[in-house]
């Protein structure tokens, strides 16, 4: 099956600067690879995507980069802000009909002021 | 809000004790998903229905747990004879069926803890 590994397990930078996360994949039939964002006591919340066909997608202060041939992808955060301040996850979408997904280990984030 | 509920929040229960919980999916979403969270680490699959059918287990599922979708809407999870290592917190999730419909959007989890 799918093996998806993150580092770092956690990440601390001052605000205003950049924050990276980044994953690797096992499975070269993966196509889908989505980051959540987890605050203290709720559920994951879908923060960015990206499709196989893609190499980078970009949201306001968040970009994902995907590397088909080495098998990893990364998320860039710039001009962080204390509110970005949370556990992110990677995932990769298992290439079969029901669309699983299979979760990195996590990255905590810590913005300072 | 037309987000993703469960119910309950949090359950405490002591061992040996059944317990359920319910799903209930954004409201045109015809898949669903159940994972599973253990503290420090990331949801696991454990099972996900399209409409009523439910398609695909995994491992982690074992004999003690069920779970339904008898409509095609809510979806419950049951654990009969909880063990304390079934102490996690319990997620859905659902989206559409098909390439566009691949993003899926999670609930706030059941957080379950057994004494």
């Known amino acids: 099956g799918e093996n998806v590994e993150q580092h770092p397990s956690t990440l601390s930078v001052q605000e205003g600067d950049s924050a990276v996360i980044k994953c690797t994949y096992s499975?070269?039939?993966?196509?889908?690879f989505p980051w959540y964002k987890q605050e203290l006591g709720k559920g994951p919340q879908l923060i960015i995507d990206?499709?196989?066909?893609?190499g980078e997608k970009k949201d306001q202060r968040i970009a994902v980069t995907l590397n088909k041939t080495a098998k990893h992808f990364s998320l860039h955060i710039t001009e962080t802000q204390p509110e970005d301040s949370a556990v992110y996850f990677c995932?990769?979408?298992?290439?079969?009909?029901?669309?699983?997904?299979?979760f990195g280990g996590g990255t905590r984030l810590m913005v300072k002021p | 809000d037309t987000g993703v509920s469960q119910n309950p929040r949090h359950k405490i229960t002591k061992r040996g004790q059944n317990v359920t919980f319910r799903c209930d999916p954004i409201?045109?979403?015809?898949?669903l998903y159940w994972y599973r969270q253990t503290l420090g680490q990331g949801p696991e699959f454990l099972t996900y229905?399209?409409?009523?059918?439910?398609?695909?287990k995994s491992r982690l599922l074992s004999d003690r747990f069920s779970a339904e979708r008898p409509k095609g809407s809510f979806s419950t999870l049951e654990i009969q004879r909880t063990e304390q290592g079934d102490s996690a917190m319990y997620l859905c999730?659902?989206?559409?069926?098909?390439?566009?419909?691949?993003?899926?959007?999670f609930g706030p989890g059941t957080r379950l803890t057994v004494l």
């Open positions: 499975d070269s039939a993966s196509n889908y």
């Open positions: 990206i499709r196989s066909n893609v």
């Open positions: 229905f399209q409409n009523e059918a439910q398609l695909e």
């Open positions: 995932a990769a979408r298992t290439n079969n009909a029901g669309n699983m997904l299979t």
């Open positions: 409201s045109e979403h015809n898949r």
């Open positions: 999730a659902s989206s559409l069926a098909g390439l566009a419909g691949v993003e899926q959007f």
